[in-house]
């Protein structure tokens, strides 16, 4: 199992505790790249031209929405789909 496997497993469990380097991990590891920056919004983008806005944790908050997270985990699971 590979550390990116290890760390959508990780994710899975539990999507209240991914970190923003984490999570910009795995969406370069899906293709994605950080498009524009403007304050805490990072937005990224797919060479398919899909969007997804990610809010960088700040005020004392160490990890991501969970709701981003699981955006992400469906990204890689239709990712793996396709894949099949």
């Known amino acids: 199992m590979s550390g990116l496997d290890k760390l959508i497993e990780r994710m899975r469990r539990n999507p209240k505790a991914v970190r923003f380097d984490e ?4 969406l370069a590891s899906l293709g994605w790249w950080e498009a524009a920056v403007r304050g805490s919004h990072h937005r990224f983008r ?23 997270v699981l955006d992400v985990l469906a ?3 239709a990712a793996e789909c396709d894949d099949d």
Do not use: I, K
Request: aromatic share 4%.
């Open 23 to 26: 999570l910009v991990r795995a």
């Open 75 to 77: 990204m890689v699971d």
């Open 46 to 68: 797919s060479s398919a031209g899909e969007e997804l806005t990610v809010v960088r944790p700040h005020g004392g908050r160490a990890y991501c929405s969970p709701r981003a």
